[in-house]
């Protein structure tokens, strides 16, 4: 009887697990349709791949287009590079991109939805 009890809390956690993980949709795919794309899954030789197809055709990597809309809030007391604190002292968003050398950089976000190089835009204020 105990085996029995055993074996049904372990089925019992098993579903309610499967259940919860159903629950959590995948924030790539929710960013891709709530901006009017659509989402596919491809298979490829590294295995699936999650497709945003843009409303004008475009296709594009899902986590890709995720994360290049999640710019992260930097506050200035964390910022010791004076072009990044000058940046968000002016509205900006700082964010430090890696080109595909590894070579990485900061870039100032501005309210203008323009995009600078923040040390361009710094000397160019200074």
Sequence with gaps: MKQLTLAIAGLTFAAGTA????????????????????YEIVQGANGATGICVQSDGTHVDAWDYFRQSQVLETTVQRLSNPAAVFCVEQGGAYQIVTDVSGAQRGLCVVLEAKTYDAWDYYRANH
Excluded at 23 to 36: D, F, K, M, Q, V
């Design 19 to 38: 259940s919860a993980q159903q629950l959590s949709p995948n924030p790539a795919a929710t960013y891709c349709i709530e901006n009017g794309g659509s």
